[in-house]
């Protein structure tokens, strides 16, 4: 799968190791930034990554400091699902019954032994559609 991956100043040393833990899996990452540690806005990268997410078809990566910022920034954008995972069962469930496509981290929330596990086990799950594709169909039809 291609990913995209971005963060707010917060998120970037999480986002660092998450990309590495992807690319070891053999996924493709476009990291999109940022590179320093210099206060940024999370909707500007919110906004980068879910644009890319959509155009291509891709999964999104996301963190902040609570994953909150990011993730409310995320769900603005049209036909993105994006889920924040505190752990690999709320990981896997984005993926098996929301159809997540972007899934984010809380960096001041979960350290990164969690946040690499929760990012596996949303990688090696599937959405099972059924029931779930109708809720999945309901809830983009509020947009
Ligand atoms: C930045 O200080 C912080 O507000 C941001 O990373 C995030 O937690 C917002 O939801």
């Known amino acids: 799968m291609k990913w995209y991956a971005g963060s707010d100043h917060a998120g970037l ?7 590495d833990a992807l690319r070891a899996r053999g996924e493709e990452v476009i990291d999109l930034g940022p590179e320093s540690t210099e206060s940024v806005d999370y909707p500007d990268y919110a906004k980068s990554v879910c644009a890319k997410v959509i ?4 999964l999104g990566l996301l963190i902040c400091g609570t994953g909150n910022g990011i993730a409310i920034s995320a769900n603005k954008v049209k036909g993105i699902r994006a889920a924040l995972a505190t752990d690999a ?14 899934i984010v981290f809380g ?25 779930h594709q109708r809720r999945v169909d309901k809830m983009m039809a509020i947009e």
């Open 13 to 19: 040393e999480l986002r660092r190791e998450l990309v």
């Open 55 to 58: 155009e291509e078809g891709a």
């Open 89 to 102: 069962f709320t990981a896997r469930m984005a993926r098996l019954h929301n159809d997540a496509n972007v």
């Open 107 to 131: 960096a001041r929330v979960v350290g990164a032994g969690v946040a690499v596990d929760a990012l596996n086990a949303f990688c090696d799950a599937k959405f099972e559609g059924g029931r």
